[in-house]
């Protein structure tokens, strides 16, 4: 299942990023607020259960989170910056790091690193890469995941090409995907068009 968040403040967060003018400060913050809004909406089936406590006024049982613990899990190096805002909402969550580098001239991800909590496949995931291109590191990411005991898992991506939500679906039909808009295409280089160009350069200050 594919979630586009249409939400006015993520639209406008989301143009701001995509202006060649936003400098790096704020195309990182930008891209932290636009992972809380997208997390708002893809964390909206975590289940709850009342839970009693005392309130100044008077005792009362009260909606808590409850159910499988959670895990976020960042796509080096753009990822990072999604799961570092995101788990300020849910600073119980463990934070899981895969290492992927799309190689220029074949598209095809290369890994490099990986470390994921112990416990993954009791926990909820949720993968986060700003950008869902061809969906090589995305779905080879998912298939680590899987290898890894993952269960249960939800792909969040800033931006998305037509072709990478196709390749997410065929090769992991069960993962939902929860994202900020899918643009017209990929361009010969693999980058999305319109896009916002490369997003680890523009996080990191790289080019
Ligand atoms: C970018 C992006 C994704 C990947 C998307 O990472 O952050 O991980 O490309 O492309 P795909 O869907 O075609 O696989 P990049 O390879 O530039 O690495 P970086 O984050 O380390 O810069
Ligand atoms: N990776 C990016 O950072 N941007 C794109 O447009 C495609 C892949």
Do not use: C, W
């Not at 839970?51 to 006024?57: A, E, K, M």
């Not at 990822?79 to 934070?95: C, Q, R, S």
């Not at 010969?188 to 319109?194: K, N, T, W």
Request: hydrophobic residues 45%; aromatic residues 4%.
């Amino acid at each position: 299942m594919l979630t586009v968040v249409t939400h006015p403040l993520v639209q406008h967060k989301l143009s701001l990023m995509r202006d060649v003018h936003t400098g790096v400060k704020e195309f990182r913050e930008l891209a932290a607020e636009v992972s809380m809004l997208l997390a708002y909406e893809a964390m909206r089936d975590l289940e709850l259960e009342p839970t009693r406590l005392q309130t100044p006024l008077q005792e009362g049982e009260f909606p808590m989170l409850s159910g499988k613990k959670l895990a976020l899990v960042a796509i080096l190096r753009a990822g990072l910056v999604m799961t570092d805002a995101i788990v300020n909402l849910v600073p119980a969550a463990k934070v899981g790091h895969i290492g992927l580098y799309r190689d220029p001239q074949t598209l095809q991800p290369v890994a490099y690193y990986n470390k994921l909590p112990a416990d993954i496949a009791d926990r909820r995931v949720f993968l986060t890469d700003p950008m869902l291109a061809t969906g090589g590191s995305a779905a080879a990411a998912i298939a680590s995941l899987k290898a890894a005991g993952a269960q249960s898992i939800k792909l969040m991506s800033i931006l998305a090409a037509p072709e990478g939500v196709a390749a997410v679906k065929r090769d992991h039909p069960d993962v939902e995907i929860v994202v900020a808009a899918v643009d017209e295409r990929l361009n010969d280089h693999g980058y999305i068009v319109p896009g916002l160009g490369d997003a680890g350069d523009r996080i990191y200050g790289t080019k």
